[in-house]
């Protein structure tokens, strides 16, 4: 991924997202073995760990994909 700088809105934003999921959903980030609840990830992203950037960084490319429609096209694409 690209190196950028994530503001302290966008992280808001992934938050805010994580706190409307169940705590009992497990998010495995990476090709890392561990899985995150969503407590950890929060922690994680307000830390500022690459773990915390890179999830924040995937959500806003899945929010991007969501909003322009591309990821509507590859769903239906067959």
Excluded: C, H, W, Y
């Excluded at 407590?39 to 899945?62: A, C, D, P, R």
């Amino acid at each position: 991924m690209e190196k950028k700088t994530i503001s302290q809105k966008e992280k808001e934003v992934i938050i805010a997202r994580l706190e409307t999921i169940s705590p009992k959903l497990f998010f495995s980030v990476g090709s890392d073995t561990k899985s995150f609840s969503t407590k950890e990830l929060i922690e994680e992203i307000n830390k500022n760990t690459e773990i915390g950037k890179n999830f924040v960084k995937s959500q806003f490319e899945f929010l991007r994909a969501l909003k322009d429609g591309s990821l509507m096209n590859v769903l239906t694409a067959q």
